[in-house]
């Protein structure tokens, strides 16, 4: 028995050396049978575990950072419309607002004036319509002409066309339709003009304090919807395009998912990175706008699916050279199998090639048979 026992070690040793050796010097695989044989007791010897191959497409994936931001088309800046003096802020940063709601007060002298341009529009306007009906009964009983009937109608849609200018003018400036109307009625301006949200959201900024002076440019406070987010994740321009749109991705620490919409043209310039915009899917209340967290995303893009991919430890694939292999249990031993690394991250690899689910592929001791397959091939 030890004479045997001997000579298992020293194929073990010779095994070992020839691990080696590939490692430092790969061989030309082509040259190489696949199959070689290993006996089960060498296989435990030699710590060789193996495990089934089983599809899991996305079991592979890389952390990028990326920062939450609020799409453009959810964000509004409340600009003031007039020259004037904030007399009262309505509203305090991270208050929630509905679609109406009253933001802020400022009293303007521009903003009388353009008050006083709609009653004196209005007060032509009503003179004109009279004008216009007495001259249709004179000319209906015969005594004017028609001439006088369409100069009087002529002047009123002037008077009219006036009138629909200063009204627009007014709710440039954010004055509501009714609060035109009451004052065309009662023919009192306002003293101030109350600015209000045009669509629900959140306050995210004051610009502004009472008692500060205006001009028609200065944006007094931002209101944003909350409940739709992006994600602008970072990543080198050599990775940029392993990802798709739909691609779906993972918050780090959060119950959040989310969705890739698309990819930056430009890259920039400083740290030669590419922005992925990604849209938040639900629980978007979890997240800040301005946050800076880390996202989780496939390896490789599995929006399109074309070839079967598999996950492995980085510790079951073997390099000859520049071609990648793993090691399938056969009946009698190993079969080595040239496949493709389409992706890593860490220690776990995704590799695509001639296996099939279920195989039993080497994930320990990966070194020690390259070696028995290169011995083997130098023995023959």
Partial sequence: MRPFRRLGQARLAAWAMAAICAWSAPAQSAERSATFTVASSQVKALGIQTAPLISQAESVRTSYPAQVVIPPNAEQVISSPVNGVISQLLVQTNDAVR????????????????????????TRATLAAQASQREQALFAEGLIAQRRVQEAQATLMDTEAALKQAKAALRLMG????????????????????????????????????????????????????????????VPVAESTRWLPGTQLTVVGRSVTGKLLSRSAMVESGSQMVTLRALVQGKASLLRPGEVLSVELPAASTSVATTASWDLPLSAVAHDGKQAYVFV????????????????????VQIQGPVKAGEEVAVSGVVSLKGAWINQKVSQ
Avoid: C, Y
């Fill in 329 to 348: 249990r056969t009946a009698d031993g190993f079969q080595a199998r040239a496949v493709q690394v389409s992706a890593n991250a860490g220690q776990r």
């Fill in 99 to 122: 679609a109406g709601a009253p933001l802020v007060r400022i009293s303007s002298n521009e903003f009388g004036q353009q008050q006083l341009l709609l009653l004196q529009a209005g």
């Fill in 175 to 234: 004055m509501s339709a009714a609060s035109i109307d009451k004052v065309s009625v009662s023919g009192h301006p306002q003293d101030s003009l109350v600015l209000a949200a045009a669509q629900a959201g959140v306050v995210t900024d004051l610009a502004v304090k009472p008692g500060q002076r205006v001009d028609s440019t200065t944006a007094l406070l931002h209101l944003a919807q909350t409940g739709t987010l992006w994600l602008e994740i970072q």
